[in-house]
């Protein structure tokens, strides 16, 4: 049965409605972030800046030290990023291939380790980064990332890994490739999109949060961008808004070109992982 013209149009402003949503904090940033200082104390402020100047981004870079925050901040995303992946996928091939008492504990916990909010862990992770010495340091945070991201990243790759048929792998032994082999040219290759977007999510996930990094760096030269941005809000709550804005929406862009760069890969990739054999 086709779709009715009139319904066809309903989905289509529905979306087109869903996707302003979505759009219109990141463009009202952008906004603020052009704007001068008469402007933003304007009564009646527009969309589009009456008198745009980058006086804001030359404030932000002159007031805090961005860049540095930006390289401690990819620094931590990528090695989360990696280091999630390197673990997760020999896990979550094993979770998904051999259904045990172990496997199925392993699945619980993850799903149970997903109602912990941030409060009740940052104690404990405290103490235990205080006993290794890694408190206030890039390499204790990234340890932090990777346990923090695990648990998603067992979660998307064992749906992966169902979805690729076991057929394929019994037919390769048959074909004399050893167990090695076979994970090395018919099963990682299949694997690839899903890897692909469990480690961008990690990477976004750890480019964005703010909670551990506060906590567990102290040190102004450790700081992640997103610690470095709430230096634009006074002590007594007052945000210095126009380089706050231009400090933000330069922080979002590495999330949005990584999107884009690779949207029809973690289509493909989600959906993939949504389907199991």
């Given at each position: ?11 289509y402003a529905a979306l087109l409605a869903y996707l302003s949503f979505l759009a219109f904090p990141f463009l009202w940033l ?142 390769a032994a048959i074909d004399g490739a050893g167990r090695l082999r076979t994970l090395v040219s018919v099963t990682a290759p ?88």
């Amino acid at each position: 049965m086709r779709t009715r013209p009139a319904a066809r149009a309903g989905q289509y402003a529905a979306l087109l409605a869903y996707l302003s949503f979505l759009a219109f904090p990141f463009l009202w940033l952008v906004s603020v972030a052009f704007k001068p200082a008469r402007e933003l104390g304007s009564l009646h402020p527009t969309w589009i800046p009456e008198h745009p100047t980058l006086a804001n981004f030359r404030q932000a870079f002159d007031e805090q030290p961005l860049l540095h925050a930006a390289v401690n901040s990819l620094l931590a995303a990528v090695g989360a990023a990696v280091v999630a992946v390197v673990v997760a996928t020999p896990t979550a091939y094993v979770m998904a291939r051999r259904r045990t008492r172990l496997t199925r504990a392993v699945s619980g916990w993850v799903v149970v380790s997903q109602a912990f909010p941030f409060v009740l862990v940052i104690i404990p992770l405290f103490l235990v980064l205080k006993n290794l010495r890694l408190i206030d340091s890039l390499p204790g945070l990234v340890l932090v990332y990777v346990v923090w991201a695990l648990p998603f990243a067992l979660w998307m790759l064992v749906g992966h890994v169902r979805a690729v048929p076991v057929e394929l792998e019994e037919a390769a032994a048959i074909d004399g490739a050893g167990r090695l082999r076979t994970l090395v040219s018919v099963t990682a290759p299949l694997l690839a999109p899903g890897i692909a977007v469990t480690g961008l999510f990690a990477f976004v996930t750890a480019w964005n949060e703010f909670f551990f990094a506060l906590v567990l760096l102290k040190s102004a030269r450790q700081q992640t961008l997103p610690v470095v941005l709430t230096h634009f809000i006074g002590a007594e709550g007052v945000a210095d808004l126009g380089p706050l804005a231009a400090a933000a929406s330069l922080a979002t862009l590495p999330s949005l070109v990584v999107f884009a760069i690779v949207q029809r890969r973690i289509t493909g990739g989600v959906l993939a992982g949504a389907v199991k054999s």
